[in-house]
């Protein structure tokens, strides 16, 4: 059974960093684009930041250009999301996602393994 299971969301205060986590069980995505979401409350879910499979090219949303970088490690099948220079409205649920099918498109769609989810809430 395929897992995508995020952790290192918490509390912080404007300004701050945190590192999120996304390991994967089930699959070896190696060969995936990955990608981060996050969905403030009341809010529809966004794109935040996705890496393509090879490591070789990023792609960011515009609110965190500069702020968020992305990175894995193939040999811990894991994702990272790096935050810094944390804003109140950065506060939200975040997701890692990948696609359905390993190499895929770029920027990644498609996607079909969702994690569970780790809040962030970042304090003024």
């Known amino acids: 059974q395929v897992q995508l299971v995020e952790s290192g969301g918490g509390l912080v205060q404007a300004g701050g960093s945190l590192r999120l986590s996304c390991a994967a069980s089930?699959?070896?995505?190696?060969?995936?684009?990955m990608a981060w979401f996050r969905q403030a409350p009341g809010k529809e879910r966004e794109f935040v930041a996705a890496?393509?499979?090879?490591?070789?090219?990023?792609d960011f949303a515009d609110s965190v250009k500069g702020r968020f970088t992305i990175s894995r490690d193939v040999a811990r099948n894991t994702l990272y999301l790096q935050m810094n220079s944390l804003k109140p409205e950065d506060t939200a649920v975040y997701y890692c996602?990948?696609?359905?099918?390993?190499?895929?498109?770029?920027?990644?769609?498609?996607?079909?393994?969702w994690g569970q989810g780790t809040q962030v809430t970042v304090s003024s």
């Open positions: 996602a990948a696609p359905q099918s390993a190499y895929g498109s770029w920027p990644p769609r498609d996607f079909g393994f």
């Open positions: 089930g699959r070896s995505f190696e060969r995936y684009n």
């Open positions: 890496i393509k499979w090879s490591g070789g090219r990023t």
